[in-house]
C-alpha cells in the first residue's frame, strides 16, 4: 500500500510518500481502508521532532512510529478475531493515538478506538472529529464541567479544536467567548458564538468580563494574564499545543508545567490537559454530530502525495479549523 514515512526529523519534506506492507489486524483490531485523515498540529510535533524534549518519547533520532497521521474515516476491510463491535463494510473513524499511520491506505487500530461514522457526515468531516473533537470534549465537559449559563472562553477560537470547541459550549448551554484573527470573526460568530475578540485589536485578558472556563488553545498568554480573565473561583484549561515558532527544548510544555506548579496554590482551578482517545468520547462526538449541534469545519483538503504540502499550509498559513487529506 501506500503511505507517508517518516524516517528522520526534519522539516515537512522529510515526509516520503512510500510502498509498504499492508498490515495485518491482531485479534483485537481492524483494518480499516482509510478514505480521509486529518492533520493536527501534533502531526507537525512529530515531523519537526519539536520541542526537543518530546523526543524522549516519540523517539530520540528518529519517530518510532514510520507512518504518520492519527485521524482517519473510513471502511473496515477485516477484522482480528477476538472483534466483535464491527465488521467489514462499516463505516467509521477514530484516532490511533501514539500508534500514529492514518496517512495511508490502510491502517489497522484497537476495536476499542473505531466508531460509527456519523450518517450525516462526509468521511472527511469525520476524519476532521476525533482528535480535536476529543480535546473539545474532554476540556468542557470532561475537565471543565461546564454548566447551562455558565461564561466560557475559547482562546484560539478559529482552530482545528477551537471550531468544535465554540459549538460544543454552545450546545452545553454556556455563553461563549471566542478570541480570534480579524478574518476569522465571522466564522466564529457563525458557530455559535456570543461574543468574539478579534485579538489584534483587543485583548481579552483586560478586559472587564471575567469567565468561569477558560480555555486556551494557544498557548501565548502569561498565566498571570489567563488568570485575569477568570472569576476568582473560575478553571483555566490549559492545552496550548499548537504549530508555533518551533526550535525549543520545551516549547508549551513550560505553560502546562508551571500552571500545574501553581494550581495547588491558587483558589482559580488550572488544570493542564492530557487528551486520551477513548471509544465513549468519539461515541459523544457522533451524537452531537448527528442531532446537528457539531459540524466540523474544513480549511483544506490535499491527496495523499501532498501531506508535506499540507502540513506547510498548517504551519505557515494560519490554518484555520482542520485541513483534511483525502485517500
Known amino acids: 500500500m501506500k503511505a507517508i514515512v517518516q524516517d528522520r526529523y526534519g522539516p515537512p519534506e522529510a515526509l516520503t510518500l512510500a510502498e509498504v506492507d499492508t498490515p495485518v489486524p491482531a485479534p483485537d483490531e481492524v483494518l480499516v481502508r482509510v ?20 523526543r524522549l518519547s516519540f523517539g530520540r533520532s528518529r519517530p518510532r512510529a514510520r507512518i504518520r497521521g492519527r485521524d482517519f474515516a473510513g471502511r473496515v476491510e477485516a477484522v482480528g478475531a ?56 474532554m476540556g468542557l465537559a470532561d475537565v471543565g464541567q461546564v454548566q447551562a449559563g455558565q461564561r466560557v472562553l475559547v482562546n484560539g477560537a478559529s482552530g482545528g479544536v477551537g471550531t468544535l470547541a465554540v459549538q460544543l459550549a454552545t450546545a452545553l448551554g454556556a ?60 478553571t483555566l484549561v490549559l492545552s496550548g499545543g499548537g504549530v508555533y515558532g518551533g526550535g525549543s527544548l520545551l516549547g508549551p510544555v513550560w505553560l502546562l508545567a508551571r500552571g500545574q506548579l501553581l494550581a495547588p496554590l491558587v483558589r482559580q482551578r488550572i488544570v493542564a490537559l492530557a487528551t486520551t482517545p477513548s471509544r465513549q468520547h468519539l461515541d459523544t462526538l457522533r451524537a452531537h454530530a448527528e442531532a446537528g449541534r457539531l459540524t466540523p469545519v474544513i480549511d483544506r483538503t490535499y491527496p495523499l502525495h501532498e501531506v508535506p504540502r499540507a502540513l506547510r499550509y498548517l504551519e505557515g498559513e494560519h490554518a484555520r479549523a482542520k485541513v483534511v487529506i483525502t485517500i
Open 35 to 54: 478514505e480521509a485523515a486529518a492533520l493536527n498540529a501534533y502531526d507537525w510535533h512529530i515531523v519537526r521532532g519539536d520541542p526537543r524534549m518530546s
Open 175 to 234: 455563553t461563549v467567548t471566542g478570541v480570534c484573527s480579524t478574518r476569522n470573526v465571522d466564522l466564529v460568530r457563525s458557530l455559535g458564538a456570543d461574543h468574539v475578540v478579534d485579538y489584534t485589536r483587543e485583548d481579552f485578558t483586560r478586559d472587564a468580563r471575567r469567565h468561569d472556563l477558560v480555555f486556551d488553545l494557544v498557548g501565548n498568554r502569561s498565566l498571570t494574564a489567563l488568570r485575569r480573565a477568570l472569576t476568582p473561583t473560575g
Open 82 to 137: 477476538h472483534v466483535r463491535e464491527v465488521r467489514p463494510g462499516d463505516a467509521v473513524f477514530g484516532d490511533l493515538g501514539d500508534a500514529n499511520g492514518a496517512f495511508a491506505e490502510y491502517v489497522c487500530v484497537p476495536a476499542t478506538l473505531v466508531a460509527p461514522k456519523p450518517a450525516n457526515l462526509t468521511p472527511q468531516q469525520a476524519a476532521a472529529l476525533p482528535l480535536a473533537g476529543v480535546t473539545a470534549l
